[in-house]
């Protein structure tokens, strides 16, 4: 008798830890937008949602919560710069990570069996390339999503003030506007410095003309810069100059990429026009191989080559010397011209060398006169 009740008691057991009740489930995978500012994440649900959704470690704060119920959906949008949304920068490939942990919870206060914890990693990336990036938690493994977002476009150019064409030959001391731009589909997440600017002689010379922090170095070459008018843009005028006996001038900067927050700050520098004369150093090819960027990235930009002349010297530029030497070799001689008088010369040379050996045995043939 003992034993069938316990038996039945077993059996009542077993019915009734069956027959709990779950009251809710998740359909399908999540979905993922990754915003300028923020990371939106949708789900679907089975039945009315009672629940709530938040980051995880940040269940307690309200800005890290959402308790969107009453529908057979629910959702979550967390800030970049709230809730422990840690941002790394990627080397390899160059781009941006910026990772949350969420989770679904069909309870108001618990965790439950049919709850549901996601990773989401958003990567801000330069090329055309989509990177995964899975990890896990403790509660339970983390279903990985990477959305793709495009990083700036930067490029530099050297511009007419007035047309503002890009230019190719110029005289020394004529206007230039120096101008640096980046192209982005999302510009209100991005800050940019331009520094490091450096000129070359085409030779390998160079010399330094904007420091690391991004101001000037001698305001007769280029001054600090001024940003604007655009988010991502920055631009100064200045006059022509070059190096003694060289045609060629190059210019290259860096341009830092940081994300936003807030106001886009601009680099503090002195007035020069205040200040002494400094010397421009040149760049040390050291220096060149350890910098390291403070930023998300570092974008080298170079412009437009240009020749630049000097109209006290009147040198020509690169197209004038070597059309000048073409019409040169025109007028002198052509090819084909001096191919024939050299091989007319030549037959002739060796026809009186013939002649001179013919006759030469001739007369040593005939009988001498006694």
């Known amino acids: 008798m003992a034993s069938f009740c316990s038996l039945a008691l077993a059996a009542l057991l077993f019915m009734y830890s069956n027959a709990i009740p779950i009251p809710n489930g998740q359909i399908g995978k999540a979905e993922v937008e990754c915003g300028e500012d923020t990371i939106d994440v949708v789900f679907l649900t ?14 307690d704060d309200e800005h890290c919560v959402s308790r969107e119920v009453g529908r057979k959906t629910t959702s979550i949008s967390v800030r970049k710069d709230q809730c422990g949304v ?13 990772n949350v942990k969420v989770m679904i919870s069909f309870h108001e206060e618990f965790i439950t069996k049919i709850d549901r914890g996601y990773e ?4 801000y990336m330069q090329a055309d390339k989509t990177v995964t990036y899975p990890l896990t938690v403790s509660m339970r493994s983390l279903e990985p999503f990477t959305e793709l977002a495009e990083m700036p476009r930067c490029r530099y150019e050297v511009v007419d003030p007035n047309t503002m064409e890009p230019l190719s030959v110029v005289s020394v001391g004529n206007k230039l506007l ?3 731009i980046c192209d982005s589909t999302a510009p209100n997440l991005w800050c940019m410095t331009v520094h490091s600017c450096f000129v070359e002689d085409g030779s390998g010379t160079e ?8 101001c000037a170095i001698d305001r007769y070459l280029l001054d600090n810069l001024e940003y604007g008018p655009g988010d991502l843009m920055a631009q100064k ?3 022509a100059f070059k190096f003694a006996d060289r045609v060629v001038v190059n210019f290259q900067c860096s341009i830092r990429l940081d994300i936003r927050d807030g ?9 020069l026009s205040k200040q002494p004369r400094k010397k421009v150093s040149r760049r040390s090819p050291v220096a060149q191989l350890t910098a390291e960027s403070n930023g998300i990235a570092d974008i080298d930009v170079r412009a437009q080559q240009l020749d ?3 109209p006290q010297i009147g040198m020509a530029s690169r197209e004038e010397l070597s059309r000048d030497a073409v019409f040169y070799a025109r007028d002198c001689v052509s090819r084909e011209l001096f191919v024939m008088f050299a091989s007319f010369t030549a037959t002739v040379i060796f026809v009186m060398f013939g002649m001179i050996v013919y006759l030469s045995r001739t007369s040593s043939s005939l009988p001498s006169k006694e």
């Not at 010399?207 to 991004?214: A, H, K, R, S």
């Not at 106001?263 to 007035?271: A, F, H, S």
């Open 263 to 271: 106001e886009c700050p601009v680099p503090t520098c002195p007035d």
């Open 120 to 123: 989401i990693s958003c990567f």
């Open 178 to 180: 120096h101008k640096w």
């Open 207 to 214: 010399f330094v003309i904007l420091n690391d922090d991004g």
């Open 86 to 98: 840690v941002t790394t920068r990627s080397t390899n490939p160059p781009g941006l990570f910026v």
């Open 237 to 239: 005028e200045a006059h």
């Open 308 to 310: 630049i002349l000097d």
């Open 46 to 59: 089975e039945d009315f949602f009672k629940g709530r959704v938040y980051v995880v470690g940040h269940s």
